[in-house]
Nanobody, 117 residues
Framework: QVQLVESGGGLVQAGGSLRLSCAAS????????MGWYRQGQGKQRELVAV???????TYADSVKGRFTIARDNAKNTLYLQMNSLKPEDTDVYYC???????????WGQGTQVTVSS
């Protein structure tokens, strides 16, 4: 069972930056989709950005131009660079991996991002 561990969350002022990391405990089978989701209290979990092993990256409209997703397959690690942060970006951010051939998916435990105005 793949374990995902997120890090890099914290408190930042509006306009600031954070970089989230998600480390997988073992190699992820291909093809796969790795991504970031976020969820606020009382709200549904929503897509932030996803990056398949083959194909195009997708971003939520609300983060386009501000957030960048990246992956290092050699390190089994996913990143989310978040710039120009806004208070509405305050949420718990979750790493997600879907192993397409195996038909299984994994979630990280989440990391809190808080943006103060």
């Amino acid at each position: 069972q793949v374990q995902l561990v997120e890090s890099g969350g914290g408190l930042v002022q509006a306009g600031g930056s954070l970089r989230l990391s998600c480390a997988a405990s073992e190699s992820i089978s291909s093809p796969n989709v790795m991504g970031w989701y976020r969820q606020g209290q009382g709200k549904q979990r929503e897509l932030v950005a996803v990056m398949p092993s083959v194909g195009s990256t997708t971003y939520a409209d609300s983060v386009k131009g501000r957030f960048t997703i990246a992956r290092d397959n050699a390190k089994n690690t996913l990143y989310l660079q978040m710039n120009s942060l806004k208070p509405e970006d305050t949420d718990v951010y979750y790493c997600h991996v879907r192993e397409l051939r195996k038909g299984i998916f994994h979630w990280g435990q989440g990391t809190q991002v808080t943006v103060s105005s």
